[in-house]
T-cell receptor, first 115, second 116 residues
């Protein structure tokens, strides 16, 4: 099946710093790519997505571009805030052996932003 | 809006005990899933359902049972808990297949389970 590899954390940044969380994928065909965010004590929320090569997903100041040539979908934000402290999951579309379309998640990267 | 509601939030079991994790959604979503989240492993799909009365196995189904008698509810049953089932469990729902472009997957807040 498809898989994603994302950078290990934790990542600690000062407020207003630039954020990059790396994500690369291995897949057959052209999967959809996602970033999910999990705030402390909550479930995952979809942050952004991209469905084809060169698409840029964006939301809440975060961006990620679907790069087919480098099989990457790195998450970036120009100026992080304390409220961005969370765990970020890179994910992609995948299929079970029976054909069911599912989402395969990476291991998550914890981000801590200090004032 | 309630969204996806999971109960309980925390549970401690002894090896061999049984329990049911509850999941309910009020968005009239057809697709529902159960995941477990373990350190260093991301989320893994346990079971899923594509509508009332229709369930199937995910990647790690052993030791778990599910049923879907209504659109709203999708309980997960542990018949004989084992320490290897210590994890955080998430329920999720979506209108259609969760990996497709127009179907956002909504998650509950999770159940933290410890099996001693």
């Amino acid at each position: 099946g498809n898989s994603v590899t994302q950078m290990e954390g934790p990542v600690t940044l000062s407020e207003e710093a630039f954020l990059t969380i790396n994500c690369t994928y291995t897949a057959t065909g052209y999967p959809s790519l996602f970033w999910y965010v999990q705030y402390p004590g909550e479930g995952l929320q979809l942050l952004l997505k991209a469905t084809k090569a060169d698409d840029k997903g964006s939301n809440k100041g975060f961006e990620a571009t679907y790069r087919k040539e480098t099989t990457s979908f790195h998450l970036e934000k120009g100026s992080v805030q304390v409220s961005d402290s969370a765990v970020y999951f890179c994910a992609l579309s995948d299929r079970l052996s029976g054909g069911y379309q599912k989402v395969t998640f990476g291991t998550g990267t914890k981000l801590q932003v200090i004032p | 809006n309630a969204g996806v509601t999971q109960t309980p939030k925390f549970q401690v079991l002894k090896t061999g005990q049984s329990m049911t994790l509850q999941c309910a959604q009020d968005m009239n979503h057809e697709y529902m899933s159960w995941y477990r989240q373990d350190p260093g492993m991301g989320l893994r799909l346990i079971h899923y359902s594509v509508g009332a009365g229709i369930t199937d196995q995910g990647e790690v189904p052993n030791g778990y049972n599910v049923s879907r008698s209504t659109t709203e509810d999708f309980p997960l049953r542990l018949l004989s808990a084992a320490p290897s089932q210590t994890s955080v469990y998430f329920c999720a729902s979506s209108y259609g297949p969760p990996a497709t472009e127009k179907n956002i997957q909504y998650f509950g807040a999770g159940t933290r389970l410890s099996v001693l």
